[in-house]
Each structure stands twice: as C-alpha cells, then as structure tokens.
C-alpha cells in the first residue's frame, strides 16, 4: 500500500503469524551471514488484509492476492521456498529491523524518507489515488473539492491519509476524516451508507469495482506518483541485487504481465515505465 507512514521505533510490537506454502521442518537450520535468514527459505512480511495485493481466500487462512504471486514467483527464481509473514502494518518495519522476515511485500510506496533506511527493489507497480462512491450516491461528487462536508473514509496511516490530509491543507476543504484499520473497512462502511465515500488507491479499488454485483464507481482519479517495490534490510545488498534481477528476467520474459493481468485484468506494466527507481 502506498503506506507512506509508519517509521517505527524497534521496541514496536509486531503481531505476526506465520503462513508457509511449503512443509516447514521443525529444526529449521538458520543462516549465518547468508542470503536469507532461515536458509533455504524466503520469509515476506505482509499485511494481509489489503485486496487484492494481499488478503485471504475464502477459507480465511490462505493469503492470495497480486503481492503473493509475486513473491511466491521471486523466491522460486531464487531458488528459495516462500513463508508469509502476516504483520500489523503499524509494526511491519520493525519486523524487518528486528529479523522476523527477510523484506517487506505490502503495497510499500517507495519514498525517499524510507530509501533512507531501507534499501528497496526496483518498482514492479505504480499507483494514484482514487475516490469511489456508492452508484446510488446523490451528493454529486465528481472531484476532491465536492467532498466539501461529507464523511470520507481512508486506511489509516497510509498515503490515502496523507493525500486528504495534505488535500485540506492545500485547500482548506471542510470534511469528515475517517480512518481505519483495513481498506476493507472503509469499503464496507460505504456500502451501508455510513460515509460518502472512500479514498483508496486506484489499483485497490480495481477489485471492489470489478466484483460481481458491485455496488460502487469511481468518479476521480489521480496522476500515478506512487510505486511499490519490495524493502529489504540495508545490511543485505546481495538480495536487493538478486531480487532486482528477478524483476528485470519477469519484465523481460513477460511473466509480470501475466501476473498484472491475472489480478487487475489487464497489462499495467506502463505504471512504471516512468518510475524513477527504475532507472
């Protein structure tokens, strides 16, 4: 998520649990100064609650989403078994910090407050932020500034937030913050018409725009300033350079493509063409 907030003191808690898509042997053998923590074994801390770049199948317990294909195609090329490690977004940093995974995969916007302590893969995706309404909404808001008033919901803590923080501050436009949790929420909230409308990222609302039945539209969306790419420890240079690598073999090779497709329904492989961490 383009969760722009969160530098996070170590002493953090950090509520995770672990999802392994392979068997894991109990007397797992940990590396001394080697690629990954647990050898053999690509540990991705992620939030999952956050469709559809991570979230849960319909028996609760299998993380699927655009961010899981990914690292699960990262760590084969690697050579690596995946585990997931669902992390409360607001101690994901300091799971990383304290060596609970080897990078953080979770919508992460790159930004330059973050390059600074952290090293961060080349960016696989871009993203804007979008407003979405119910198709029956009668408050005629076509633009932020129609928002003047209405009860807007947003995730907490993410570039969401800071986009209408920074939208009134700009402009002095008068609304009703609410912030959550989980996207999912606020998505939900709009559905039973208990705010007038959501700020997300664009590529968050694909999927509730496209479900079956769908009961909301989207009437704004920004320039894509924002791209996501996967954070890694700066003590770990060789696997910034591994996983770099990988992006570059999927962009060559056509398979992010079909991962894109296979999410969002189609190539967004223009969204980073511009990035400025891929040059």
Excluded: H
Aim: glycine fraction near 8%; include cysteine.
């Amino acid at each position: 998520m383009k969760k722009i907030f969160g530098t996070l003191l170590a002493s953090c808690a950090v509520l995770a649990l672990a999802f392994a898509l392979t068997s894991c042997n109990k007397n797992k053998k940990v590396a001394s100064g080697g690629l990954t923590i647990e050898e053999g074994v690509l540990k991705i801390g992620t939030e999952v609650g956050y469709p559809p770049f991570e979230y849960f199948d319909s028996d609760g317990t299998t993380p699927i989403g655009f961010d899981i294909e990914l690292g699960a195609e990262i760590a084969r090329r690697l050579g690596l078994k995946v585990e997931y490690v669902d992390t409360a977004w607001d101690g994901i940093f300091a799971g990383l910090d304290t060596k609970r995974y080897d990078v953080i995969m979770s919508a992460m916007t790159i930004t330059e407050d973050r390059l600074a302590n952290y090293n961060f893969s080349k960016s696989y995706i871009g993203n804007a932020q979008a407003i979405i309404v119910r198709k029956d909404s009668d408050k005629g808001i076509n633009t932020p500034a129609d928002l003047e008033g209405l009860k807007v919901g947003f995730q907490a803590e993410t570039t969401s937030d800071f986009y209408m923080r920074s939208l009134r501050d700009k402009t002095g436009l008068n609304f009703i913050s609410e912030g959550y949790d989980k996207v999912m929420n606020a998505y939900d909230d709009l559905k039973f018409k208990r705010i007038d409308a959501v700020c997300s990222d664009s590529l968050v609302a694909v999927k509730y725009l496209s479900e079956d039945n769908c009961e909301y539209k989207k009437v704004w969306e920004g320039v894509a300033e924002e791209f996501f790419g996967v954070c890694i420890s700066k003590n770990n240079p060789e696997l910034l350079e591994k996983v770099n690598k990988v992006l570059d073999e999927m962009i060559a090779d056509g398979s992010l493509s079909k991962i894109y497709i296979d999410i969002f329904g189609g190539d967004l492989l223009y969204t980073i063409k511009d990035s400025p961490y891929n040059k």
